[in-house]
């Protein structure tokens, strides 16, 4: 079966600052890999998707990961933190084609 | 177009009583999921509905736990009775046929509260 860990369960940069949030999965087969965002008092949106055809994916509001294979990883990043970007973050993979497996989410504080 | 939607956004019970969500999924949608998120853990999989095929409940704690999707389009999650364990936030999810990139579109969720 499938999952995720995302390590660190809140992160807190400066704004300007990077943003980096880690996900490793664990799959036996070829991963459809996903990020999603929670705003406070907001529901789940989805920031990018990765489905092989790129490793290097690019989503909405500045933020990418890269798929790395060998390293089991897909962590995000953003170059520059905005206020804007404090919020809830979750790693996902999908599991049987069907139902979204998460990670353990990681609230993302920016200090002004 | 409308997202998804979900009813009541907050819900505050006591243990013992019943109470039902409902998820409006976007309009074409034949396939719908609930999933929940309890206090401090990870967003869990309860089910998936294929119009109103249940096509996987394996994430159903248990018996209390009744989903229905009459007709194919709304879902109700129904708690009977209620208890402490139950309090998180419940989100539904709707999707087109499922094929890659198996995007999901979330709602915003039913906080539920039991007391």
């Known amino acids: 079966a499938q999952s995720v860990t995302q390590l660190g369960s809140h992160v807190s940069v400066s704004e300007g600052a990077l943003v980096l949030l880690r996900c490793n999965y664990s799959s036996s087969v070829p991963p459809y890999l996903f990020w999603y965002v929670q705003y406070p008092n907001q529901g789940l949106q989805l920031l990018l998707k990765?489905?092989?055809?790129?490793?290097l994916v690019k989503g909405i509001n500045g933020f990418e990961a890269e798929f790395k294979k060998s390293e089991t990883s897909f962590h995000l990043t953003k170059p520059s933190a905005h206020m804007s970007d404090a919020a809830e973050y979750f790693c996902?993979?999908?599991?049987?084609?069907?139902?979204?497996?998460f990670g353990q989410g990681t609230r993302l504080t920016i200090n002004p | 177009e409308a997202g998804v939607t979900q009813f009541p956004s907050h819900s505050v019970i006591e243990k013992g009583q019943t109470v039902t969500l409902r998820c409006d999924p976007i309009s074409g949608h034949d396939n719908l999921y609930w999933y929940r998120r309890v206090m401090g853990k990870e967003i869990k999989f309860l089910l998936h509905f294929v119009k109103e095929s249940k096509q996987d409940e394996s994430g159903m704690p248990n018996n209390r736990f009744l989903a229905e999707r009459t007709g194919g389009t709304y879902s109700t999650l129904k708690v009977q009775p209620a208890e402490l364990e139950d309090s998180g936030v419940y989100f539904c999810?709707?999707?087109?046929?499922?094929?890659?990139?198996?995007?999901?579109?979330f709602g915003p969720g039913t906080r539920l509260t039991v007391t």
């Open positions: 996902a993979v999908i599991q049987g084609a069907q139902k979204l497996v």
């Open positions: 990765y489905t092989s055809a790129a490793t």
């Open positions: 999810a709707s999707s087109q046929p499922p094929k890659p990139p198996y995007e999901q579109y």
